[in-house]
């Protein structure tokens, strides 16, 4: 089973930025299909991205699109989420999340909770007005 281990959240200002980490160990990375969702209080965890195994593909939520960039490091076991441009309703504990083993890029849906194995323990995120 792979363990993941997020870092980098914080308090920031309205259009300040923030580097979310998520290290993983355990298991072999190769092969995963990486993502980070969030959770604002009071609501339903959500999508916000996600990367394929050699990290030439993603997929954001519109409302991250264009402000967010998740990235990879396989030799370091580690993806990463640069937030820009941050927002107040960005405010949210961050997590990262390992899909289930056998899903091919294109063909599921990165937003769906079931599909994810394995969640770390979440970061939390504040941006001040």
């Known amino acids: 089973q792979v363990q993941l281990v997020e870092s980098g959240g914080g308090l920031v200002q309205a259009g300040g930025s923030l580097r979310l980490s998520c290290a993983a160990s355990g298991r072999t990375f190769s092969g995963l299909l990486m993502g980070w969702f969030r959770q604002a209080p009071g609501k339903e965890r959500e999508f916000v991205a996600t990367i394929s195994w050699g990290g030439g593909n993603t997929v954001y939520a519109d409302s991250v699109k264009g402000r967010f960039t998740i990235s990879r490091d396989n030799g370091k076991n580690t993806v990463y989420l640069q937030m820009n441009s941050l927002k107040p309703e960005d405010t949210a504990v961050y997590y990262c999340?390992?899909?289930?083993?056998?899903?091919?890029?294109?063909?599921?849906?990165?937003?769906?909770?079931?599909?994810?194995?394995?969640w770390g323990q979440g970061t939390l995120v504040t941006v001040s007005s």
């Open positions: 999340a390992v899909y289930r083993r056998g899903l091919v890029w294109g063909h599921y849906d990165p937003s769906s909770r079931s599909l994810v194995e394995v």
